[in-house]
Every structure is written in C-alpha cells, then in structure tokens.
C-alpha cells in the first residue's frame, strides 16, 4: 500500500463546491442582466435626446414629448371648431410608422409628423318659412280672410359650426290676408269695450253707469281677473252685456310659442265659462298684438280677434275729460272704442263715461255690443 495518500477531500465537499461555483456566476449574470435591464435607454425624438426606462414604448413618450401636433377641426368656413380635433399625428420609429405598443430600444430614432386638419361634415334640414300677414282695408272690424300657410327651405349648414353653407326655398309660403272693414253704411252704431277687468268697484261703477243710461257694454275679461272676482263677472252676464275673452293673463302674444298662446286663448275663455257659464268665442289680444303665429293660433281655436278703432287713451290717465274728448271727436259710425275697467285706479274712465254716452248719443249714435256690431256687418242690403 502507498503512502502517498493524496489527500483528497471528501467527494461530499467536491460536489459542493461546484454548486457554489455555478451560483456565484449565476448570482453574477443576473446581477449584469439586471443592471442592464433597469439601465435607461437613450432615443431620439424628434431631434432631441431622451432617456426612457426599459420595457418603455412608443406610448409610454406622450402627446407632449412630439414637435408635431395633431390637426384642427375645421368648419365649413375654414374657421377652427375644434382645436387638435384632426387627425392625430403619425410618428415613425428608424423611419417605420410606429404603433403605440412598439417597444423602445436605444438609439432608436423618432419622427413625429403633424396630423392633418378635418373639415366637418355637412347636414341638410327642412326649415319652415313663416309667412306675412297683408292687412287690407280701413276699420274697427278684422277678419283673417285667408289663412297663412309656412313654406319651407332646405338648409345646409356644418354639422358642428352650425354654419350655413346653401339655402334653397323649397316651396313659397302664402301669406295670410287679414281684412278690416266698416259696418255697413249708414249705421250711426258704436260699441263701448272696458278691458283687463273685471275690477272691484271700477267695474261696479262702470255697470252703474251702462244700466242708468242703458246702454250694452263688451266687457273683454282676464281669466286671472275672472278667478278673483266672479260675482262681478256674473253681474256684468246679468245686465245683459257681452262677455268676451282678453286671454288668461295678459300676455303679449306676438312674444309667445304657439302653445302657450294657444293655453292663454284657452285659459281666459275657461274661467269666463266656468264662473259666468258664458261660452266666448270673441277674443281681444292684450295690446292688440297680433302675428302670423297668434293668427294662425286664433283660427284652429276658431275664436274671432276684435281690435278697436278708437282708444280713449283712459290708460295714460289724462283726466276725465280728456278720455271723453279722444272718443267723441274720433267715433265714427261702427267704431270700437277702447277703454279700461281693470288694471289699476279707473275713476278717470267712471268719470268720463256718462259724457262719452250723452255726446255720442246726442250725434245720433246707439251703442251695441261687438258681437252685434259684426251682425251688423253680415246683415243682407
Ligand atoms: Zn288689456
């Protein structure tokens, strides 16, 4: 047997060292491979150096890291709409358009080009043309003769700017003809109306007044009116004058959509029915503001619109003989004379009115109501 005995270590202590070995230089690898992986990346956008983290890609860059930017929206006009409302812009990696998951890697170049401006579509709608009312005709009465019928209009317009680009009438609309007229001739009658009422103690005055000298009234009443005070609304039904509809809170109806005309006209003629009973057909517009929109109304509601002829100007409040002198110097044979009984202090109209009676009636004038002065008109020769 030899001596000499290599010392040799246990095989158990061989393979060990080897293991540790291995894990040495894969501890080393995966150091490396780590530093090289957390190590930023240097690209270039558009011309300017950047770093980027790695795994970055191109939309990890952002809108604001680009020079270019992306186009406008742009109306028919030319004008902008929409800033940056275009189409976006492109960007392209080592001279290739990239997509937003392209992963970067250093060195790589990109390129951003501006995105092109868009120009809005266009939309094409049928507007209604409204139509113009002719008045013909001299007098207190008024009669929508032929009705108005809208036309319409094709419109072109941006579907964003709302700009118009085209125009074109598609058919004509046709005027409303509204006549106005006298009684027949040779009728010496005028009628008395007292609007916004009915009033406490104006109206009560004025019905005094109208049943000493008996004389018939049209009293053109406020639904709201009609609402606070309905025992005076039944009077002015008892003593046998007319009652006829002012709308329900006198608004100006030349102002209003079609609907709420249409619920003013309603409201004023369903208070005087359901507190008087009385059905009226006979409309007098606050203000006597009339349009192609409120004639239109009045006829599918089929009421009758009365104006006047003569104001008595009592609204100004200019003193009782004033009011007296504007209608007896303007009534002619079929006037329709305007005064108040509502719508504040009318002591001035109370005043005036047995002077107004006396001298019109000492120039040979009887008074009737509106309704009847429109009989007039209508009776056969
Ligand atoms: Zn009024």
């Not at 795994?55 to 270019?68: E, F, I, M, W």
């Not at 008395?192 to 007044?209: C, M, N, Q, R």
């Not at 025992?231 to 809170?249: D, K």
């Amino acid at each position: 047997m030899s001596n000499d005995v290599i010392d040799r270590p246990p095989r158990s202590r061989v393979v060990w060292g080897t293991v540790a070995g291995a894990i040495v230089i894969l501890l080393v690898l995966a150091l490396t491979a780590g530093w090289a992986a957390s190590r930023p990346s240097t690209v270039t956008v558009d011309g300017v150096s950047r770093e980027v983290s790695n795994g970055a890609t191109v939309r990890t860059l952002g809108p604001g890291t680009y020079r270019s930017s992306a186009g406008d929206m742009l109306a028919v006009d030319g004008t902008v709409t929409r800033v940056r409302g275009g189409q976006p812009i492109q960007v392209l990696r080592n001279g290739h358009p990239a997509t937003p998951d392209e992963l970067l890697h250093s060195g790589d170049v990109i390129v951003s080009r501006p995105g092109a401006d868009l120009r809005e579509s266009l939309e094409t709608t049928e507007v209604s043309v409204p139509f113009a009312i002719s008045y013909l005709g001299k007098g207190s009465l008024i009669e929508e003769r032929v009705p108005g019928v809208p036309g319409v209009r094709l419109v072109t317009r941006g579907a964003l700017s709302g700009v118009e680009v085209s125009s074109t009438v598609l058919i004509q609309p046709n005027d409303a003809v509204v006549q106005r007229f006298h009684p027949r001739a040779g009728t010496k009658v005028v009628a008395l109306t007292f609007d916004d009422g009915p009033w406490p103690k104006s109206t009560e005055a004025i019905l005094d007044v109208l049943k000493r000298e008996q004389v018939p009234g049209t009293f053109f009443m406020l639904g709201v009116r009609v609402k606070k005070a309905p025992a005076v609304a039944r009077r002015v039904v008892a003593e046998g004058h007319q009652v006829a509809n002012h709308t329900l809170g006198h608004r100006l109806l030349t102002k209003e959509k079609p609907k709420e005309i249409k619920h003013q006209i309603r409201g004023g003629a369903a208070a005087i029915k359901k507190y008087t009973g009385v059905s009226t057909r006979w409309l007098r517009p606050p203000y006597g503001g009339m349009n192609a929109k409120s004639w239109k109304v009045a006829r599918v509601e089929k009421v009758h619109v009365v104006i006047w002829d003569v104001d008595s100007k009592d609204w100004t409040k200019p003193g009782a003989q004033k009011i007296a002198s504007n209608v007896v110097r303007h009534a002619k044979p079929g006037s329709i004379i305007l005064m108040h009984d509502g719508g504040g202090d009318r002591s001035q109209t109370v005043k005036a009115l047995p002077t107004i009676i006396k001298k019109l009636r000492a120039k040979g004038y009887l008074f009737v109501t509106v309704e009847e002065l429109y009989a007039v008109k209508r009776a056969p020769k």
